[in-house]
């Protein structure tokens, strides 16, 4: 996760992507006893308001437009990822009886997995896009932070996460700005969102607390509706 980290700092500074300065890295921990990486303190706040303005949202998600703007091929240290946090897989862990399900999350796995997953050109993708690894100067100037599970693959995986993370803790009314503010940055129209969105609900613990296992299971439903839409 260190060495992905540091490479993933460096495209992003190679395409002036908002991220730290990777200053040095120690990754076979020669030097520090552990592997580590140095950065760049960045300015600015990865509180989000109460109320979050709906301008920062497009914001957002036009900071992820940024990223996906940056074509790029697997590598060693960027693999292929096929859903945020790929150090996590808790979808996996239900299906082998390791964590507890519901009938729900048992549903939508077992549609997930029984479609094909969306194949395209790979782009850069973050990997763990939530209110806390953006630091945010007001409501426009942005940094993307903590790059550990950074990657190449669908810009879906990012789309979905953040979609999701706005969900869970705003509501489900607040995620339609993610894909506006993409979709104004490029010019494009985002493309198989209700699939990402199941992923990345999949990808969370069964049980999250109350309320916002609630707002999960709303926003997985919401996909799994739109999933079932013929196209």
Not at 12 to 38: C, I, K, M, Q, S
């Amino acid at each position: 996760m260190i060495a992905t980290g540091a490479a993933a700092l460096e495209v992003a500074h190679g395409n002036g992507v908002p991220a730290p300065r990777l200053l040095a890295e120690d990754l076979d921990g020669t030097e520090a006893g552990v592997p580590a990486t140095l950065e760049t303190f960045v300015a600015g706040s990865t509180t989000w308001p109460r109320a979050v303005p709906v301008s920062r949202i497009r914001e957002a998600g036009a900071a992820l437009a940024q990223v996906h703007a940056i074509p790029l091929a697997p590598r060693r240290d960027l693999p292929l990822r096929t859903r945020p946090i790929a150090v996590d897989d808790f979808a996996r862990d239900r299906r082998q009886g390791d964590m507890a399900t519901s009938p729900l999350l048992r549903r939508a796995d077992e549609w997930i997995q029984s479609m094909a997953r969306p194949k395209g050109p790979t782009v850069f993708v973050h990997g763990d896009v939530w209110t806390g690894n953006m630091a945010w100067i007001g409501d426009t100037a942005w940094t993307l932070i903590d790059w550990k599970t950074a990657g190449v693959g669908d810009p879906g995986v990012d789309i979905g996460e953040l979609r999701k993370q706005i969900a869970i803790t705003y509501g489900l009314e607040a995620i339609g700005g993610v894909v506006d503010g993409w979709e104004q940055a490029t010019g494009q129209p985002a493309t198989n969102v209700a699939y990402w969105d199941a992923v990345a609900a999949l990808n969370t613990r069964t049980d999250l607390g109350p309320v916002i296992t609630k707002r999960r299971d709303a926003f997985l439903r919401s996909a799994l509706e739109r999933l079932s839409q013929p196209v």
